[in-house]
């Protein structure tokens, strides 16, 4: 059980966390929410140990063994592998000790114990992770300062994975992923067999994996059964039952000043009157559920332009002349398009976006243009960029040079920045405030086409469902590309795959590209044609090839077979040396690990090499 017992942050004289209380039940998957700027990483800083609360404690059992990221991302020559390899200490320092170990009895102490440990199988199981965060085997082998900041955050995140605590502490850790590499993380965290405290926005994250929610607001802590669709109607029934105990509440209180008013001053009535007002005393008041007036999106309506706003025919673009990185682009946008699109990170996406936003020139073929079009494309570097000790108000004028004050602070007030919010520091806003604040500063000329790379980045729940309320309700065109399936399902009516190095219309709705993703459906034919069935010689081709792979099939699981026989002969002097017979009796016990690893390895080849030919023949099947 993991208690966080009254817990007090002061945080710059300001009261962050009041008196929270909340105890996780060991095993759970816990969603902590809050508004941005609720104080949630503040509160897993208290549980990790890295900050001293003002009061209060967490407890948690001794041996209980917490896993986090680390604020720096890992750098260096070592490559992804090595590093996610390494996050398993008591493996590393076993491996390293058995190198170098002369004593009979430790050694075999040593490999009795890298076996219980499964460190063997050690490799493939980093590399599954690795792999499903979306490093291919090549860059699973590269230095890890060959990335950028986000694939570096992402090696930090398999190595935790890695490591398997019994409390895995995740703040927010799909803001560096991809949608593809968030759904495995999805179902990766649905299986995960200890306790999880996730920090995130991901609406479907949080229905899928979590079974609590706990919720930061006013300081205070509450914990709900079930995911977050659970939690709204749960909240929203105690707000209901709030107001009606305030008004409640309210209308005995006015009944009761009233009665000390009139009745104070007469001997007859007076101790009445006077326990009354020791009534009103002890009244604790009811407060209302907090909400934010100010949360709100709201993008102004451009001007009327003729279809379309952007062709592309057989486009190519890159960043070095005579290297595309998309080629064979045929694309059409109107003004009232609701585009999202879909892939890897890497694969092109935002290459794409930087072509349709002016910003990269075509290398090849055409792009034409609507001549009067205005663009407002958002990125993370927009959020980054702004000057820390500048405000809204001033960051608003400087780019609306020229226009009334009015203007200028009708702009601010359509995304909330109105009041004293217009003129508070950007360094002293949350990351959803910088994030509001940049969507405000690219829509001040009202633009024909909104490109929006990863939007949702930082915005609590609240704060996506309006925004995917003001994108419904903008009037021009939007290119979305987001890890947000929720936002892309309500606002998306295309979808297009940018894949193999161009993007191509993806027939099917999100379920079905979330099916493909996790291998639960094929690609359909360009098109959406069915590949036709009544071909003979295909037909026959396709069953010749498929006895072909059964026989394989059945060669792979005889080997398979034997390997594992292999296995347990070596697992059983390595575990009772004195058993060994033949060449192993001659082996030592470095000797013996070694071998029984290349025969893992071996094995490994085959399972894989098993799995494929077994997924062939279902699709030919299917």
């Known amino acids: 059980m993991l208690s966080i017992n009254d817990i007090t942050v002061r945080l710059g004289g ?29 509160l897993m800083k208290v549980m990790i140990g890295t900050l001293e609360p003002d009061d209060g404690t967490v407890e948690m059992p001794k041996r209980m063994r917490l896993g ?92 935790l994975l890695y490591s398997a605590p019994d409390v895995l502490l995740l703040d927010e850790p799909s803001n560096h992923l991809d949608l ?38 006013g300081g205070k802590l509450t914990l709900y059964p079930g995911g977050y669709d659970s939690f709204e109607r749960q909240r929203a029934e105690r707000a209901t039952q709030l107001a009606a105990a305030k008004a409640s509440q309210d209308a005995q209180r006015a ?98 976006a930087r072509l349709l936003a002016a910003q990269l020139p075509a290398m090849e073929g055409e792009m034409n243009v609507s001549g009067k079009m205005k663009v407002g494309y958002f ?27 009015g203007a200028v602070r009708a702009q601010l007030g359509r995304f909330g920045f109105s009041g004293n919010r217009a003129i508070s520091k950007v360094e002293s806003l949350s990351g959803g405030e910088r994030a509001r604040l940049a969507l405000a500063l690219i829509t001040r000329d009202a633009p024909h086409l909104l490109i929006l790379d990863e939007p949702t980045n930082h915005l609590d729940v609240d704060a ?26 309500l606002t998306a009516d295309r979808l297009v795959l940018v894949d193999e190095g161009t993007a191509a219309e993806f027939n099917g709705s999100m ?17 959406g044609a069915k590949k036709p069935k009544n071909d003979r010689k295909t037909l026959a081709k396709e069953r010749e090839a498929a006895r072909t792979r059964k026989s394989a099939l059945q060669d792979c699981e005889k080997a398979m077979a034997a390997l594992e026989k292999q296995i347990a002969i070596f697992d059983q002097a390595l575990s009772d040396p004195e058993s ?21 390895a071996r094995l490994e080849q085959r399972e894989a090499e098993w799995l494929n030919l077994s997924e062939t023949l279902a699709t030919v099947a299917a």
Request: proline residues 5%; glycine residues 6%.
């Open 14 to 42: 300001r009261t962050i966390i009041d008196s929270a209380t909340a105890a996780i039940p060991p095993g759970s998957r816990v969603g902590l929410i809050g508004r941005n700027g609720a104080g949630k990483s503040t």
């Open 464 to 489: 996506r469902e309006a925004l995917v309320q003001a994108l419904n309700d903008y009037e021009g065109a939007v290119i979305l590309i987001s890890h947000d399936r929720h936002m892309v399902e």
């Open 68 to 159: 986090y990221i680390a604020q720096e991302a890992p750098s260096g020559d070592t490559t992804p592998a090595e590093t996610v390899l390494a996050a398993d200490v008591e493996r590393t320092a076993l491996l390293a000790e058995a190198e170098t170990c002369t004593d009979p009895d430790r050694l075999g102490d040593v490999h009795e114990r890298l076996l219980a440990i499964d460190a063997y199988s050690a490799p493939s199981r980093a590399a599954r992770i690795l792999t499903g965060l979306g490093f291919d085997e090549a860059m699973q082998e590269q230095p890890i300062d060959n990335f950028s900041g986000g694939w570096k955050m992402r090696v930090a995140l398999a190595a």
């Open 379 to 405: 990125t993370q570097y927009n959020v980054e960029e702004l000057a820390g000790d500048a405000t809204p108000l001033e960051h608003m004028t400087r780019v609306m040079e020229g226009k009334p004050a």
């Open 255 to 352: 009944r009761l000043q009233d009665y000390v008013a009139r009745n104070s001053a007469r001997a007859s009535t007076a101790k009445q009157a006077q326990s009354r007002a020791k009534m009103l005393e002890k009244m604790q008041p009811i407060a209302a559920m907090m909400e934010d007036p100010s949360l709100s999106f709201d993008f102004p309506a451009p001007s009327e332009l003729k279809p379309p706003l952007i062709t592309l025919d057989f486009a190519s673009v890159g960043y070095s002349e005579g290297t595309p990185i998309l080629k064979r682009l045929n694309l059409r946008i109107d003004p009232d398009e609701r585009i999202a699109l879909l892939g890897r990170n890497g694969n092109g996406k935002t290459t794409l």
């Open 180 to 217: 593809e590499a968030t759904l495995w993380l999805e179902n990766f965290l649905k299986s995960y067999p200890a306790t999880v405290v996730v920090i995130s926005h991901e609406r479907d994250l949080l229905n899928n994996v979590v079974d609590n929610i706990l919720h930061l607001q």
């Open 511 to 527: 379920e079905d590209y979330i099916d493909f993703v996790l291998g639960r459906n094929q690609p359909k034919a360009e098109g």
């Open 580 to 600: 060994a017979t033949g060449d192993l009796a001659q082996m030592s016990m470095g000797e013996l690990a070694r071998q029984r690893a290349a025969i893992a």
